[in-house]
């Protein structure tokens, strides 16, 4: 049968993964964006750096981020 995932659901799920594997402790900060359609769970992560050098012209407090996407019904 088909998956069947909420929003709700997905955040939670990528919050107890993200906690289990110490990530939130690792990166002060970290947030997790989660997006969830018919077809997809998308999740945005998002922490600020300290970076050993100040770049003219960048931000005070940068932040990095990563996205990934997962299909949850192909069909």
Partial sequence: G????TTAKARAAVRAYLADVGA???YPGLA???AV??????VR???????PLSIPGSPDHPV???TGAAVVNPE
């Fill in 32 to 34: 997790a964006h989660v």
């Fill in 37 to 42: 359609t018919e077809t997809t769970v998308e």
């Fill in 64 to 66: 990095v981020g990563a």
């Fill in 45 to 51: 992560l998002t922490a600020p750096v300290d970076l």
């Fill in 2 to 5: 088909d998956l069947e995932l």
């Fill in 24 to 26: 939130y402790h690792k």
